[in-house]
């Protein structure tokens, strides 16, 4: 297994990506089409990236682990992102180990039980 990494949903679909375990392919601002993520843990990053001092209501964050290897270079100049070539509208399985809001706390969806991060 690879990971961990955060994607931010953009355009919702949280309840589908943790019941169907996978992550939408779509075509990123660079023209680039993959899945994109931003390496590392959500505490990690919810640290490192300062997102408590601008807490976002409206923010979802979900964690994952693939056994998919991602390419290692994302767009120019930005390593921690982490990017998984494919053509738009194709999946990306996951395995989904937390969603949190944008003030850090954990997101319970549904009736889906979602495992503790190890």
């Known amino acids: 297994m690879f990971g961990p990494y955060v994607h931010s949903l953009n355009k919702g679909g949280l ?7 996978r992550l939408l392919s779509t075509e990123g601002r660079y023209g680039d089409e ?3 993520a931003l390496r590392g ?3 990690e990053l919810y640290v490192r990236n300062n997102w408590g001092l601008r807490p976002d209501a409206s923010r979802i964050y979900v964690e994952f682990a693939t056994v998919h290897e991602p390419n290692r270079g994302g767009p120019p100049g930005i390593s921690a992102i982490v990017h998984w070539s494919m053509p738009a509208g194709h999946y990306l399985a996951i395995r989904v180990t937390g969603v949190f809001d ?3 706390e954990k997101v319970v969806v549904g009736r889906v ?6």
Do not use: N, W
Not at 15 to 21: F, L, R
């Open 15 to 21: 309840e589908d990506i943790v019941q169907s375990k």
């Open 34 to 36: 993959g899945v994109r």
């Open 41 to 43: 843990s959500f505490r």
């Open 102 to 104: 944008g003030f850090g």
């Open 113 to 118: 039980e979602i495992p503790a991060t190890p």
